[in-house]
Every structure is written in structure tokens, then in C-alpha cells.
């Protein structure tokens, strides 16, 4: 897009070819909006339903399910394809209504848009749908108005824009239409400038609109949101890998069997059989299922948290996020603007007290003082209050007006004066307003304002300045101490600015404040009356930090998470608060967006991991960062709550946007919405993240060594000559039944203590190390001993008996061994036997549909069983109860620090 802002108002208007005195006709109007298009933002379609199914069927681990069942159909198996089919509808299902709640961020950018905008055309002004604004068109602004477009300002009375929702920025921004831009700036530099969807909060301005549509800064986010792809989650990438491993292993071993037993001369059908038995025994086919039914509980949970979950895949990936990029106006800060100091010609004090509460106290020297024991306060605290247009509403804890004026209106509340009362006890008589030029506001009241500082001040006039401190000051001829007006020499008015100095150094934005007694009443302008003034004192102000922000990052850090501040406002604002924080130390750097630009993608990623500070950052700026990160290997979460959040909410591994605070954009653009706004709840977050994950590896490791326990039982039987101990009909009753019950309630399994103390996952370590390798096939090998030695002990009578006895210890012994995934270190005694309910009644629901199968004759026909005796049920029962002592053996040998 052309800068506007390098170029005056007549280059602007011809290159518009716009008539400033008349604006466009309306047959001009008419061919542009041909021409341009209407002032609307693009919408992008989201997948159809249909495409949302096709993308749940073509998950690998799916696709081996789908392929078993079409493998049972021909074999004649109708029983088993069904339950195969069912699995797949399920694990379809549940993932297709998670999907259902469709992106809406482009639908949200476009709320933004005024829905009427004043224009002037050929002369006249005219209300007209803000859609049908095109380039060069003459645009009205007054306060209160949403901008309706891109544009370059021809006049602006004392105007006033608050642009946080793009910049980040919480301080509105005071525009000057003469401004002309000699270098490049970013969006909330450019003065001369005011874009789409930002809010006029104070004065009148006109402006020629530049741009319209997706051709605004408004509209470059919505192309940004659009060629944003939808990325896997770790979790998904980790599954993948995991399916295709089981599918390629099962295949090979599959394919393996079948050559050794056609070797060996066993006939074609009957190897192939047992091949699809290996194939069912070697694909998990509760997992999908079973997978998603715990990230949908995790859900649940994290709503009751406040915590919203707008994608289920993504419950997981907080968890295993390596750093957090936060915005910082209204995620680790306040988003209100708060007194924190206020400097009088005598005196420092200390304001406590925090966002938009009426509750907090004035310190001096450590001491709290209250108005009626310090005058000083008193005047200072009530001309903030009196020369003020914000309305503070404290039960409602609510603020309309400016953010700066609001913050003084309630220090005054603080100190018990109501601005209301002030009005009606000095009631306003004229106002000068805030202009750019002057950088003051001013007004006139009438009442005795302060009976114990300034004798004679019983029902007189006052004139009450508040303004940019080095303004001020100029034009004062005293300042006010405990003993009335004394005169401001150089030398004191140096000693203020000084002071001034320090504060802004502090990153307050610093107000000054003084009085005129008796100002003429003739005066037309403030610069005629805001002469002889007599300085009272400095308020210095800032967005303050989150109270629990600070013990929230504390325990992301020590969770191993590395947070990076990310904001659009200016350096020294955003290092005091990193500081405040505890983001940053003294020596830290802090990269600004000019420097940033400055960088190529190499020079970005090998200092990105350095820097914990980013200001004056654009939306772009924010995406190359988060971009930069992941090259880096890192799995990304980023926070924010303006619209210029959106583009790197959803680049990032996982978005989380503010839920009061936050603008729709960032919302329908997250990933995740905090409902409470409170950065502890991200924390919380990242806690239940690790849990679920930790929870779906023990649900993998507790299925994969069920299964390889299968396959090993299948093959050493096939090797060694003998019957093939089981059906893959009773194959899949164990997989489905005596296996993923007790895989689902692991999925719930109570957190364990240090999940905040380990370090995150690494993004490229897979859901297997090598010692949980080692368990896996230890624990794979131990139940193929016990099924095969019950086996053994039926077939010295019967093959069937065998059959029965390696069916009914193989179901039992992986209830047990469900036991053993209560944690992967921890000993069972120590996590506690009872303390997961869920489990318990898993395992007894579990073990009692097991034996039904046994004793009811109609299933035991479908399963092929035999009726056993008493005393080849204890054999059964004895062996089942093994699988928990090897546990115990490996978490002891592995705590003793011994290779395990």
C-alpha cells in the first residue's frame, strides 16, 4: 500500500483526484465503487462437513481399521467387521461435532467495520453505508464514531483515536493532520493517519480515505488470517508417526508370518487368517477413540477453569509448549491506566490500589496520608478530577472516556472525592479543550477550592490546567508549597523537569497540573488564559501489571516455558513492565520493530531466542517472530486480545485470546479463549495440557504393550508349531473392551505432583524414549509368557480348553496391568490404588463383561470358549495378578537410578 503518511494533504488529494472543497460526485463514487469494490472484508469458506468427515477418515491409524474390516468382510467374519466399523463411527463422530464450531474470524474483522459512515460528496454532507465508501471519498469524524476506512486527515480539532485494537496500544493516539512522515513508520506512529475499525474517542476530524476493503490495515490482517495454514499439533504429528509406525510394524509382521507358515506348508487360508488376527493384534483400535474422548473431557475441564478450548487436538499442545509470546496491554497488563505517583512541590507519594477500583492509598515516605491531613493531595487529586471528561461508574467498576483521564478520576475516588460531587460543588464554567499544539486542557470553576492552602479562595474563580509537563511549566510563574505560592525560579523549574525526567524514565506517562485564580473572562483561547499560572504537581500513570501475572510467569518458568513480551507500545513502557514482571533484567535486550525489519529470517531466528522484549511491533512483525520460534524447534503459544493479535493467534502452535477483554478477532482467530481474562489461567492451562498429554502417553504405553503382548503370543505360538491361541474376534473383545475401558479412565488419571517442575516435551521427541522402549517390549514379553503358559495348561486337555484359558488370563492380566501405567516412575502404593475411581470401576466393569463371556452359553459360542472348572480358573486368576509385580520390579530398579 502507497504511505499516505510520507505525503501533505494536496499531494494526497490530487493522487486521489478528490476536490477538497467538494468532495467526489456521486457519479464518481458510483464508478469507483465499480472500480474497487465494496468496503468489505473477503470471507475465506471453511471445509464443508462432508470434508471436515473425509479429514477424520484419512488419519492413518483409521485408515488400517477401515482396511481390517474390509479384510473381515471377505473373510466371512461379519462379527468383527461391525465392531471395527463402530470404532471408526465413533472416533468420526466425536472428532466432526468438535470441528463443527466453524471459523468465524473474518466474520468477527468484519463486525468491526461501521455499519454508516458521514461523507461528504459534491458539497454536502451525507450519511451513507459505510460499504459503499471508496478511495478519495471525504469521511466526517467526530468522537465515538468507528472508522469506517483507510484514511489521510485533511483537519483534525483536537482529535483523538484509540487504536489498541490494532497497535496494542492503550493510550489513545492524538492526531495531527499537518504531520508529514519523513521516514517509514509503523501503524501507530503515523499521526497523520486513521484506519479501519479503530475507535475517535475525543475531538473532530476529516480525512480522505486511502483505502477501502481487504485494501486496509484492517483487511492486510484478514489476508493475513486467510493465508495462515492450518497446522497439526504436535499431538497429531507425534500420532501420526505413531500410526504409521504400528501399521508399517503390523504390516511387516503380518506379511512375515504368512511367508513362514505358507513355508512351512500350512495351507493359504488358514495363514491368512491368522495374518488378519496379527493385524488386529497389532492396531489399537480403541486409540482414536479413546484419544479424543480424553481431550474432550480435558475440555470439559478446562472450561470449568475458565478456559475454552475452540479446537480439541489443541487441549494438548499448551502443554507441551516451549515458549509464550505475550501481548502486553491487556494480557499481562491491566489494560486500564492507573496513578502509580503523584509529586508535589513538597512531597512524593505512592499510590496503591489497582485497575478500575475505588479502593487504594497514598503513601508518603511509607506512611499513608489521607486528604484531610495533607492539602497538597487534596487540590492535586481534585483539579485531575475537575478538569476531566471521564465518567468512572465504581460499582460497575466500569470507565467511559479517555483511559488517562479515567485513571485520574479514580485516584480521586480513591481519596473519597466523586467527580459528580466536584461538579456540583465547582460547578464548570468553560472549557479550553486539549489540542495538539498546546498539549493542555483546561476549565474554569467557580467555589472555594481550597480553604486551607490559598487564603482568600471563598467562592472565586479557577482556572484548573492539566497537561504535557514541559508545556506547563513554561507557562507557570509559581508553584504551590505547604505555605502558599512561592515564585518559580529557573533553578526550581529545573528541579521539576528533572523530576519529570525520572518519572518518564519509570515508563509513566507523566501529566502536570496547575491553577490561574480570577483568569479573565475574555480570554477566547487556552494560550490567552493559561498565562501566570501557579504549579501544583505531577501525576505519572502506566497500564499496571496483572497482580497474578507476575506468580504466573514464575511458575511458567519453572515449568521450563521461556515467555516473551510482544507489544505494539513503546520501548520504555515495555521493559518497566517486563521488569515489573520479572521478564527482564537490566542488561536485556529488547528489539523494537524497526530494528526487527531490519533483520532477514536467519538473522531473526539466531537472536529471536535471546531477546525477551519485542515493541513497537506491527501484526507482521508479530507472525515473523512466532515464525522465527518455531524454526528454531520451538512449539509456540501465543496470547493476545487486540485485532492485531489475530495473524499470530493462529500462526502459533496454540492461540489463546482474552475473553472479556478481547476483540471478537482475536477470539474466533485463537485456538483457546481465557473467559476470565487472567493470565493465571493460562498457567492453569499448561497444567492440564501436560496432564492430558502424560495422561495419553500412559494410555498409549498401556495399550501398545497390550498389543505387542498379543503379537508376541500369535508369533512364539506360530513359531513353535503350535494352534493359534486366539480368534481375532476375542482379539478385539479384549481390545475393545477388557483394554480400552481402563485406557479411558488412565486418560482421567489424577495429575502427578511435579508435572509443573519437568521441562516441556521436546517438539521433535516422539511419544517413545528408549527406556520406555525397553518397558514396552519387557512388559510385551511378560504377557506373552503369561497368556502362552495358560495356553499351555489348557492344552494338555484340549486345544479349545487352551484356547479359553489364554483368552480369560490375557483379557484379566491387562486389567491388572493397567495398574502399572498409574504412573510411569512412581510406585502404585505411593500414587494410591483407589485414588483414580474412574480405573477402579473400569477394571470391575471390565472384568465382570469379560466373564460373562464365559459363563452365559449363548457367547460362548460367539466366542468360541469352553466352561472351566474352579481350578483352572485360579490358575487364570493367579497368572493375571504377574504383570503388577514385574511393574513394581522395573519402577524400583529405574528409582534406584540402575539402566531399566
Not at 438 to 462: C, I, Y
Not at 601 to 613: C, H, I, T
Request: hydrophobic share 45%.
Amino acid at each position: 500500500m502507497p504511505a499516505w503518511y510520507r505525503k501533505s494533504i494536496n499531494e494526497t488529494a490530487a493522487e486521489l483526484g478528490t476536490d477538497l472543497a467538494a468532495g467526489l460526485t456521486r457519479s464518481a463514487a458510483a464508478a469507483r465503487l465499480d472500480k474497487y469494490g465494496p468496503n468489505e472484508l473477503q470471507e475465506q469458506p471453511g471445509p464443508t462437513v462432508w470434508q471436515k468427515v473425509l479429514g477424520q477418515l484419512t488419519d492413518f491409524l483409521v485408515l488400517l481399521l477401515l482396511g481390517a474390516a474390509v479384510i473381515s468382510l471377505f473373510l466371512g467374519e461379519t462379527g468383527d467387521a461391525i465392531v471395527i466399523l463402530l470404532v471408526v463411527v465413533l472416533n468420526t463422530v466425536l472428532g466432526v461435532v468438535q470441528e463443527l464450531k466453524a471459523e468465524k474470524a473474518l466474520a468477527a474483522l468484519a463486525e468491526l467495520a461501521a455499519p454508516l459512515a458521514k461523507v461528504y460528496r459534491e458539497g454536502q454532507t451525507r450519511e451513507v453505508p459505510a460499504r459503499e465508501l471508496v478511495p478519495g471519498d471525504l469521511i466526517l469524524l467526530e468522537a465515538g464514531d468507528f472508522v469506517p476506512a483507510d484514511a489521510r486527515l485533511v483537519a483534525a480539532e483536537s482529535l483523538q483515536v484509540n487504536e489498541s485494537a490494532l497497535t496494542g496500544e492503550s493510550v489513545p493516539v492524538a492526531k495531527d493532520a499537518e504531520f508529514i512522515a519523513g521516514d517509514d513508520l509503523p501503524v501507530g506512529d503515523q499521526k497523520n493517519m486513521v484506519f479501519k475499525g479503530t475507535i475517535v474517542t475525543f475531538g473532530r476530524g476529516r480525512a480522505l480515505v486511502t483505502g477501502t476493503g481487504m485494501d486496509t490495515e484492517l483487511g492486510r490482517i484478514a489476508g493475513l488470517l486467510q493465508s495462515g495454514p492450518e497446522e497439526k499439533t504436535p499431538l497429531q504429528k507425534r500420532l501420526d508417526s505413531f500410526g504409521k509406525q504400528i501399521g508399517l510394524m503390523a504390516l511387516g509382521i503380518c506379511l512375515f508370518i504368512f511367508l513362514v507358515g505358507l513355508f512351512r506348508g500350512n495351507r493359504f487360508y488358514e495363514m491368512f487368517l491368522v495374518a488378519v488376527s496379527l493385524a488386529v493384534a497389532a492396531i489399537p483400535e480403541g486409540l482414536p477413540a479413546i484419544i479424543t474422548i480424553v481431550l474432550a473431557l480435558g475440555v470439559q475441564r478446562m472450561a470449568a477453569q475458565k478456559a475454552i478450548i475452540r479446537r480439541l487436538p489443541a487441549v494438548e499442545t499448551l502443554g507441551s509448549a516451549t515458549v509464550i509470546c505475550s501481548d502486553k496491554t491487556g494480557t499481562l497488563t491491566q489494560n486500564a491506566m492507573t496513578v502509580r505517583r503523584i509529586v508535589t512541590g513538597t512531597a512524593d507519594y505512592e499510590v496503591t490500589g489497582e485497575g478500575l477500583k475505588a479502593e487504594g492509598e497514598f503513601r508518603r515516605k511509607g506512611t499513608t496520608v489521607t486528604i484531610e491531613e495533607d492539602p497538597l493531595l487534596d487540590l492535586i487529586l481534585k483539579i485531575g478530577a475537575l478538569c476531566n471528561d471521564a465518567e468512572f461508574i465504581p460499582e460497575e467498576a466500569r470507565m467511559v472516556g479517555d483511559p488517562t483521564e479515567g485513571a485520574l478520576v479514580v485516584a480521586a475516588a480513591k481519596a473519597g472525592l466523586s467527580r459528580r460531587e466536584l461538579e456540583a460543588a465547582y460547578p464548570r464554567q468553560r472549557e479550553y479543550p486539549f489540542d495538539s499544539v498546546r498539549k493542555r486542557m483546561s476549565t474554569v470553576h467557580q467555589g472555594n477550592l481550597a480553604p486551607r492552602l490559598l487564603a482568600g479562595s471563598a467562592d472565586r474563580r479557577w482556572l484548573l490546567v492539566k497537561g504535557a509537563p514541559d508545556l506547563v511549566l513554561e507557562n507557570c510563574q509559581w508553584w504551590l508549597g505547604e505555605d502558599g505560592p512561592q515564585e518559580l525560579t529557573a533553578a526550581r523549574k529545573a528541579e521539576f523537569l528533572k523530576v519529570n525526567h525520572q518519572l518518564a524514565t519509570e515508563a509513566l506517562r507523566v501529566l502536570a497540573f496547575a491553577y490561574r485564580p480570577d483568569p479573565p473572562s475574555t480570554a477566547e483561547t487556552g494560550v490567552e488564559v493559561e498565562k501566570d499560572l501557579t504549579f501544583v504537581g505531577f501525576m505519572g500513570m502506566i497500564d499496571p501489571p496483572r497482580p497474578e501475572a507476575q506468580a504466573a510467569l514464575r511458575v511458567c518458568q519453572e515449568a521450563g516455558i521461556a515467555v516473551k513480551m510482544i507489544t505494539g507500545d513503546h520501548r520504555d513502557t515495555a521493559v518497566a513492565i517486563a521488569r515489573q514482571l520479572g521478564l527482564a533484567g537490566p542488561e536485556a535486550p529488547v528489539l523494537v520493530g524497526a530494528e526487527l525489519e531490519a533483520l532477514n529470517g536467519d538473522e531473526l531466528a539466531a537472536q529471536v531466542a535471546k531477546v525477551p522484549v519485542f515493541a513497537r511491533v506491527s501484526p507482521e512483525h508479530k507472525v515473523r517472530i512466532v515464525d522465527a520460534l518455531k524454526r528454531n524447534g520451538a512449539i509456540v503459544a501465543m496470547t493476545g486480545d487486540g485485532v492485531n493479535d489475530a495473524p499470530a493467534l493462529k500462526k502459533a502452535d496454540i492461540g489463546a485470546a482474552m475473553g472479556q477483554t478481547g476483540t471478537d478477532v482475536a477470539k474466533e482467530a485463537a485456538d483457546m479463549v481465557l473467559a476470565d481474562d487472567n493470565f493465571a489461567t493460562i498457567v492453569r492451562a499448561v497444567q492440564e495440557g501436560r496432564v492430558i498429554f502424560e495422561n495419553i502417553k500412559k494410555t498409549v504405553y498401556f495399550l501398545l504393550s497390550c498389543n505387542l503382548g498379543e503379537i508376541i503370543t500369535i508369533f512364539t505360538a506360530i513359531l513353535l508349531g503350535w494352534p493359534v491361541p486366539l480368534y481375532p474376534i476375542q482379539i478385539l473383545w479384549v481390545n475393545l473392551v477388557t483394554d480400552s475401558l481402563p485406557a479411558l479412565a488412565l486418560g482421567v488419571d489424577p495429575p502427578e505432583g511435579d508435572i509443573m517442575k519437568r521441562p516441556p516435551l521436546h517438539p521433535d521427541q516422539g511419544l517413545f524414549d528408549r527406556k520406555a522402549r525397553l518397558k514396552l517390549v519387557a512388559f510385551g514379553l511378560f504377557i506373552a509368557g503369561v497368556t502362552l503358559t495358560a495356553f499351555r495348561f489348557g492344552l494338555r486337555e484340549t486345544v479349545t480348553k487352551g484356547e479359553t484359558m489364554a483368552f480369560a488370563t490375557l483379557g484379566l492380566c491387562q486389567l491388572v496391568h493397567a495398574y502399572n501405567f498409574r504412573s510411569l516412575t512412581a510406585s502404585l502404593w505411593q500414587r494410591g490404588i483407589f485414588r483414580n475411581k474412574q480405573l477402579l470401576w473400569a477394571s470391575l466393569g471390565s472384568a465382570l463383561l469379560h466373564l460373562i463371556v464365559f459363563f452365559v452359553p449363548g457367547l460362548r459360542g460367539i466366542f468360541r470358549t469352553a466352561l472351566l472348572p474352579v481350578g483352572d480358573w485360579l490358575i487364570v486368576f493367579g497368572l493375571a495378578l504377574t504383570p503388577l509385580l514385574l511393574g513394581e520390579l522395573l519402577k524400583l530398579v529405574a528409582r534406584n537410578g540402575k539402566p531399566g
